[in-house]
């Protein structure tokens, strides 16, 4: 098993492992924008699209695209996935085959509870409606914890699972109930005799972490995402370049590193789960340059990464994938006459095979521009 030796990780050698790997997001969880639409919630969407869910799984991601990723060179996969995939008839089971797909080519998988019972913020990507629930009722977190003691059930003994992201970007202003369920998880997975590595994410989406020390124990990493400065990397302001000035801020490759400075001073590892940028098109305002100075400041602080994220529809606002789908057929994407994957209900009335096709990842084209930096820093 990994485990945590002060800032490091290491192996059952002894030798340090630095994790450097991808995010395999809107796959077991999915997120509108990642299929070039509108951010909804995916029970909602799953209403519109009885059936497609469990088909496109099938598509999206299959046992090729864990020998893609190793050839790659990524030492690691971060593996989103919605809680309600654990309650469906055969979700576990495919949770488990997929982990086994990464595991089996001694690649290590860190598992990532993308949406919790209730929601753990009021956004799309935990599966919400508009509520942060999980922090209202009790019962919400009664079911999240004995969700997280079947997978360890599951996974205790696969030393190539990396660790478990228990909670991805809790939003809450109730902070002790947050890290009460932090304690409680921490809790339930040592008393099954799991000794995995937990990453603990900050509160505000990953940020704000300064409360996580207090419940620090054996074995447990800090986890943060990086996304700044949002209006750049998210393309929500168009006419921004990097380096450049964004309101009061300078940004660039220095101001990046003081920002960053302040996650060095915890005395245990620290894991970005998440960073990424939305390329709009081929470095036209300097987005890989943004890449190369985060993944050099990365390795200086010696932190563990995985970039957001593996494949998406190209073009886009939000961080986009390493494999971008640009031939989208009239199915999905920004040009369709409903957006995005809100207009696939209507296309499977159509051509159903047509539809899933499409998701296969021989149908996305390599960033190479973008991979030929993450390359350089990979271990």
Request: net charge neutral; aromatic share 14%.
């Amino acid at each position: 098993m990994l485990r945590v030796e002060g800032k490091n990780i290491i192996d059952k050698a002894g030798r340090k492992v630095r994790l450097t790997g991808i995010s395999i997001g809107g796959w077991l969880m999915i997120e509108g924008y990642i299929l070039g639409g509108r951010n909804i919630a995916e029970h909602i969407f799953k209403g519109m699209a009885p059936g497609f869910v469990e088909k496109f799984r099938k598509v999206f991601v299959a046992q090729n695209d864990a020998e893609i990723i190793k050839k790659l060179g990524f030492n690691c996969i971060r593996l989103p996935f919605n809680y309600r995939l654990l309650e469906e008839p055969e979700g576990f089971e495919f949770l488990k085959k997929a982990v086994l797909w990464f595991t089996e080519r001694k690649m290590y998988v860190i598992l990532d509870m993308h949406a919790v019972p209730g929601s753990q913020n009021q956004d799309w990507h935990s599966d919400s409606d508009g509520k942060a629930l999980f922090f209202e009722d009790e019962s919400h977190r009664k079911h999240y914890l004995n969700l997280w003691k079947q997978l360890s059930d599951a996974f205790k003994d696969n030393e190539y699972v990396a660790g478990y992201d228990v909670m991805n970007e809790p939003v809450t202003d109730k902070l002790d109930i947050l890290k009460q369920a932090y304690k409680d998880v921490i809790d339930v997975i040592r008393k099954n005799g799991d000794q995995h590595i937990i990453f603990l994410e900050g509160n505000m989406w990953a940020q704000q972490v300064d409360f996580i020390p207090e419940i620090l124990s054996e074995n447990v990493a800090i986890s943060i995402h990086f996304y700044e400065p949002t209006k750049f990397v998210f393309n929500q302001v168009s006419n921004l370049t990097y380096p450049g000035r964004i309101g009061d801020i300078q940004w660039n490759k220095a101001r990046i590193a003081k920002y960053l400075k302040q996650y060095t001073k915890y005395g245990v590892p620290i894991y970005v789960g998440e960073f990424g940028i939305a390329s709009r098109c081929q470095h036209c305002k300097k987005e890989y340059d943004w890449v190369r100075d985060v993944l050099q400041i990365f390795k200086q602080y010696r932190f563990h990464w995985t970039y957001w994220t593996y494949k998406s529809v190209g073009g886009m606002k939000y961080p986009d994938g390493l494999f971008q789908l640009f031939d989208q057929s009239d199915i999905i994407g920004l040009g369709t006459e409903h957006p995005g994957m809100e207009n696939i209900p209507f296309k499977l009335k159509e051509d159903p095979q047509k539809v899933y096709d499409i998701f296969a990842t021989d149908r996305f084209i390599l960033n190479r521009k973008l991979m030929n930096i993450i390359k350089n820093y990979l271990c």
